[in-house]
């Protein structure tokens, strides 16, 4: 069976994030995986996840969001509150359902930040979505849940905070919610391959939103509002779209990171945390989903793979950072990836060899 271009090329992207699952597992059955790089495969499809959500919005929408640590901050803690309030479920459907709480909450949030935000543009915008992660933030640091026979308890204050002996207090203000991971402890060995799968129903869904006539809509908003708004695009509803997809895929990174910590704070999910994701997209390449996916995984990994080099660690970082910089951006290097693309694949640019 013949198969399109754009079919081709997202079967090309799945089958690298299998090739490279397939490879750390092998590596790991026969010793050859470390255990510092062990405990860095989770982590890595998280960030991955938030890296190729926030490409929607970045990338394929043209809007520069700062406040994708909120989302993945609302997703986390919605899941861990449930998991901790349903314990009694099996497993595997308990976090699933957790999966599509965290998920649905930060598109909640996305549809809410959203309508006011995306009414403003360029600088604003990032402005105030940074403003709105570290006002969840703060938020949730004050706030305490728990549970008992009378039902769910809420509290703004620890004096205000009590729940009944046959209880138990899941979210203790900043010291944040303890013990979700211990509730999967027959799913540990699996959370690598989960992560795995949540990674490809990510791309699944991103890549197959922006070949769709959504995604073009969306796209034409990035590149020529006037011109789209002419034709009758309603640009303000594609931007929600976008910007409410990416949400609930942060909130599912989110969920996957706050499962596989046995300590959950809020303090983790600040403004640091979604420069960082950002820095992925952009060193990946604003747009490629791939490239988003590499940097990524390279530059999560980095850092611990230099330990050895001690004091001259973050210098090499920063090496390697300014290299993909100039490799993806400098116009000499584009020129010479479309000469690399013209000689093997007979096309004039890295767009029709795509």
């Known amino acids: 069976m013949k198969m399109n271009k754009t079919?081709?090329?997202?079967?090309?992207?799945?089958?690298?994030v299998i090739a490279a699952y397939v490879i750390v597992q092998t590596?790991?059955?026969?010793?050859?995986?470390?255990?510092?790089?062990?405990?860095?495969?989770?982590?890595?499809?998280?960030?991955?996840?938030?890296?190729?959500?926030?490409?929607?919005?970045?990338?394929?929408?043209?809007?520069?969001?700062?406040?994708?640590?909120?989302?993945?901050?609302?997703?986390?803690?919605?899941?861990?509150?449930?998991?901790?309030?349903a314990s009694d479920m099996p497993s595997v459907p308990r976090f699933i359902i957790a999966v599509l709480i965290g998920a649905a909450v930060a598109a909640i949030f996305g549809v809410?930040?959203?309508?006011?935000?995306?009414?403003?543009?360029?600088?604003?915008?990032?402005?105030?979505?940074?403003?709105?992660?570290?006002?969840?933030?703060?938020?949730?640091?004050?706030?305490?849940?728990?549970?008992?026979?009378?039902?769910?308890?809420?509290?703004t204050s620890s004096q205000n905070f009590h729940v009944a002996a046959d209880g138990k207090e899941i979210l203790k203000g900043?010291?944040?919610?303890?013990?979700?991971?211990?509730?999967?402890?027959?799913?540990?060995?699996?959370f690598f391959l989960i992560g795995v799968i949540l990674v490809l129903v990510t791309l699944f869904i991103v890549q197959n939103l922006?070949?769709?006539?959504?995604?073009?809509?969306?796209?034409?908003?990035?590149?020529?509002?006037?011109?789209?708004?002419?034709?009758?695009?309603?640009?303000?509803?594609?931007?929600?779209?976008?910007?409410?997809?990416?949400?609930?895929?942060a909130g599912v990174a989110g969920v996957l990171y706050a499962h596989n910590m046995s300590m959950l704070k809020v303090s983790t999910f600040d403004y640091n945390m979604s420069i960082l994701v950002l820095v992925y997209v952009v060193l990946g390449g604003i747009g490629s989903l791939r490239g988003s996916i590499i940097a990524t995984v390279i530059l999560y990994a980095l850092p611990?793979?230099?330990?050895?080099?001690?004091?001259?660690r973050m210098l090499i970082y920063a090496i390697v950072l300014i290299v993909m910089m100039l490799f993806n951006w400098?116009?000499?290097?584009?020129?010479?990836?479309?000469?690399?693309?013209?000689?093997?694949?007979?096309?004039?640019?890295?767009?029709?060899?795509?």
């Not at 079919?7 to 690298?16: A, E, V």
């Not at 309508?115 to 604003?124: A, K, S, T």
């Not at 611990?304 to 001259?312: I, N």
């Open 304 to 312: 611990e793979l230099l330990r050895g080099f001690a004091t001259y």
């Open 112 to 155: 809410i930040i959203g309508i006011p935000v995306l009414r403003l543009r360029g600088d604003y915008l990032a402005i105030v979505t940074l403003a709105f992660g570290e006002i969840i933030k703060n938020i949730i640091n004050i706030l305490y849940v728990g549970v008992d026979s009378e039902g769910l308890h809420v509290a």
């Open 7 to 16: 079919t081709k090329n997202n079967m090309i992207t799945y089958l690298m």
């Open 174 to 190: 900043a010291l944040g919610i303890s013990g979700t991971a211990t509730l999967y402890k027959d799913l540990r060995d699996y």
């Open 330 to 354: 400098a116009p000499a290097a584009r020129d010479w990836r479309s000469r690399m693309m013209e000689k093997f694949f007979g096309k004039k640019n890295e767009k029709e060899a795509a």
């Open 210 to 249: 922006v070949n769709s006539r959504t995604g073009r809509a969306i796209m034409s908003t990035r590149d020529n509002r006037i011109a789209a708004e002419s034709v009758g695009i309603n640009v303000m509803k594609y931007k929600m779209i976008a910007f409410v997809i990416s949400a609930a895929l």
């Open 27 to 85: 590596m790991s059955s026969t010793g050859h995986l470390s255990r510092l790089l062990s405990g860095l495969l989770v982590p890595i499809c998280v960030y991955t996840i938030a890296a190729v959500s926030l490409n929607l919005v970045v990338g394929f929408s043209g809007e520069l969001s700062l406040g994708h640590a909120g989302f993945m901050c609302v997703g986390a803690y919605a899941s861990s509150i449930f998991s901790n309030i």
